[in-house]
T-cell receptor
Framework: AQSVTQPDIHITVSEGASLELRCNYS??????LFWYVQSPGQGLQLLLK??????LVQGIKGFEAEFKRSQSSFNLRKPSVHWSDAAEYFC?????????????FGKGTTLSVSS | DAGVIQSPRHEVTEMGQEVTLRCKPI?????LFWYRQTMMRGLELLIY????????DSGMPEDRFSAKMPNASFSTLKIQPSEPRDSAVYFC??????????FGSGTRLTVV
């Protein structure tokens, strides 16, 4: 079955410290991979996506993610976290062969930033 | 572009009442998705449409839930009768391929 696992429910990081949010997926076909961010009371906003090519992808707000096929992972990173990065982050997977199908989301990781 | 518009933003209703959530997708997007977000289960796909046709409704919890998309600019999600366990945030998203999703701001439903 297709699934996305985000092992960390809640992470707290000091402002200025680096961040890594983990994402593992189980998908029978070639995956398209996504990271979204959700601020309180808002919908989801796309941070970055991986379709093919370079396995290190850059996104908005200084985020990047690396696709590792051998580990079925797509971890999100940021070298220096800002207080405004506090939010909920979702990893999602879709099918490269069936782009009209729905994304499957992980349960999310809540990021808190301490001063 | 006004984005995906959902209404109402908040809904409080009594158990047993009918609830209708509405969604206006982005013009030109040919896919529409309904998701439900809860603390316990995260973001669950309820149903999605391609070109106004329901493709997969396997995520609809039970017969109390129904969704329609009568035209390319409007969709509804109806719960009848509502129960307290239906309390959640319901998101509508529209997309053009591949996976160019835009989410609405959600409807927070509370059933008391």
């Amino acid at each position: 079955a297709q699934s996305v696992t985000q092992p960390d429910i809640h992470i707290t990081v000091s402002e200025g410290a680096s961040l890594e949010l983990r994402c593992n997926y189980s998908y029978g076909a070639t995956p398209y991979l996504f990271w979204y961010v959700q601020s309180p009371g808002q919908g989801l906003q796309l941070l970055l996506k991986y379709f093919s090519g370079d396995t290190l992808v850059q996104g908005i707000k200084g985020f990047e993610a690396e696709f590792k096929r051998s580990q079925s992972s797509f971890n999100l990173r940021k070298p220096s976290v800002h207080w405004s990065d506090a939010a909920e982050y979702f990893c999602a997977v879709g099918s490269a062969n069936q782009a009209g199908t729905a994304l499957i989301f992980g349960k999310g990781t809540t990021l808190s930033v301490s001063s | 572009d006004a984005g995906v518009i959902q209404s109402p933003r908040h809904e409080v209703t009594e158990m047993g009442q009918e609830v209708t959530l509405r969604c206006k997708p982005i013009s030109g997007h040919n896919s529409l998705f309904w998701y439900r977000q809860t603390m316990m289960r995260g973001l669950e796909l309820l149903i999605y449409f391609n070109n106004n046709v329901p493709i997969d409704d396997s995520g609809m919890p039970e017969d109390r839930f129904s969704a329609k998309m009568p035209n390319a600019s409007f969709s509804t999600l109806k719960i009848q009768p509502s129960e307290p366990r239906d309390s959640a945030v319901y998101f509508c998203a529209s997309s053009s391929p591949p996976y160019r999703y835009t989410f609405g701001s959600g409807t927070r439903l509370t059933v008391v």
